[in-house]
């Protein structure tokens, strides 16, 4: 049934030459879907395209860095023009600059948020105008990332960009619905060489690039490969996943979760209103319920 599961339909998945787009791109052809791959390496794009034609998929590259409107319409209409409608849009390309606050440049700021965050919207944004003129529907799928969710040392900028696509997926959910247009987020969890820097992590990593199986321990806690992730995007983008929309999805190894939508975890009332004494003898007498926002190790 995977084979057919998006037969006639068409998608863009954007940062696809590499790591999980690629694997993204090759699940959905897979699946029966006609995809653009697009990349900012040439070679790359190139090489995801020649690896799903050559298993009976099909598939062509636009190469150029997401971020600008240029890019994002340049993308539909390549879709359009290539293989005559879009579908599914996945807007998983984005840059990485690593640095604590104190060591993040303007210029390190605006070349993550830029890519992740702008490059979501604008794709998105374009994605949606072919939806409506199409009449037909169609499914976006953001890619959040558990930095979005949770503290992440030294990402200030990605944890930033992360954490408002998912903001924005609630909000794109709720104006899209009357359309029949789906609006998800995935925040997966892969060992790519993305995470190769977190302790521990790297020699996961390396056995994954040997071919190597992964403890089953380890794929509990949601760390697998890229291919783990990419059935979820698969039914997400089909027809099976119509009255699913709104969501953020975490997936990784064995596992699936669900993010919750922010919400106060208590209140309390003070007659006449609140004073900083009164205000004081909340927080120091144990009575707000302040949560924890540093993630246990492997906590995805």
């Not at 979005?148 to 200030?156: I, K, L, N, P």
Request: glycine residues 12%; aromatic residues 6%; charged residues 20%.
């Amino acid at each position: 049934m995977e084979g057919t599961f998006l037969n006639g339909r068409v998608a863009i998945v954007t940062g696809a030459g590499r790591g999980l787009g690629r694997s993204y791109a090759h699940a959905l052809a897979a699946a029966g879907a006609a995809v653009v791959i697009n990349d900012l390496d040439g070679d790359v794009a190139e090489a995801c395209v020649e690896s799903i034609i050559s298993r009976g998929g099909r598939a062509v590259a636009e190469v150029a860095p997401v971020g600008s409107s240029r890019v994002a319409d340049q993308l539909v209409h390549r879709a359009r023009s290539e293989f005559g409608r879009l579908d599914i849009m996945v807007t998983n390309a984005g840059a990485l600059r690593d640095k604590t606050l104190r060591n993040t440049s303007d210029e390190d700021f605006d070349l993550v948020v830029n890519s992740h965050l702008r490059g979501t919207f604008t794709c998105g944004r374009a994605a949606v105008e072919a939806f409506r003129e199409q009449r037909e529907g169609g499914r976006l799928i953001l890619v959040g990332s558990p930095a979005g969710q949770r503290a992440s040392f030294g990402q200030t900028a990605y944890s930033a960009s992360k954490g408002a696509i998912v903001a924005m997926m609630r909000t794109w959910a709720a104006e899209c619905r009357k359309i029949d247009v789906t609006v998800n987020a995935i925040i997966p969890t892969a060992l790519t060489r993305m995470v190769a820097t977190i302790p521990g992590l790297a020699p996961l990593v390396e056995q994954v690039e040997r071919g190597e199986p992964i403890d089953p321990k380890i794929r509990r806690v949601g760390l697998g490969t890229p291919d783990d992730v990419a059935p979820l995007v698969v039914w997400l983008a089909s027809s099976r996943a119509a009255a699913v929309t709104g969501q953020a999805i975490a997936v990784g190894g064995d596992r699936i979760g669900f993010w919750t939508h922010p919400s106060e975890t208590g209140y309390h009332y003070h007659d006449g209103g609140w004073s900083v004494p009164s205000i004081d003898e909340l927080f120091t007498s144990s009575g707000a319920e302040l949560q924890d926002y540093m993630p246990s190790p492997l906590d995805f």
